[in-house]
């Protein structure tokens, strides 16, 4: 039990020992670390707009357009079509290529089937017409 008892003890803190991985700790942090000074609105995100106070004197101060930050807000905006040049997700595939794949051509008549009316079509078309102009006169 006695050499139990002599193994637990700690051993006392080293100042020395702890500054210097600190020291090392932050000079791995400062390797990597980037430093951003330009800031911008994410344009993905909403954004509202604050109104003044309601018994406030104070007009609201114009300030003049940044051009880059119009472009990435009406860029935001955009169909995806129009912002990527493939889909990014899969449902996005579906629809992507919108553009029929041959051209519609009228005159083919093994592609366009208009509307063709017969007698019977024509008789009901004028029954279904003079029911509603009576109903609307009476």
Known sequence: MAA???AKE???VDIVHQNAIHVETILKEQRSQKLYTEFSINPFKKLHVLTNKPMSRTTHEEAEEDPAFL???HGAHL???KKYTHPMTES???GWISTPLI???RADRRLNFPRQNSEITKYMDAAWRLKEQTQNLG
């Open 4 to 6: 139990a008892g002599k």
């Open 10 to 12: 700690k051993e006392p």
């Open 71 to 73: 472009k990435i807000i």
């Open 79 to 81: 169909e995806p079509t």
């Open 92 to 94: 996005q595939e579906i």
């Open 103 to 105: 051209v519609s051509d």
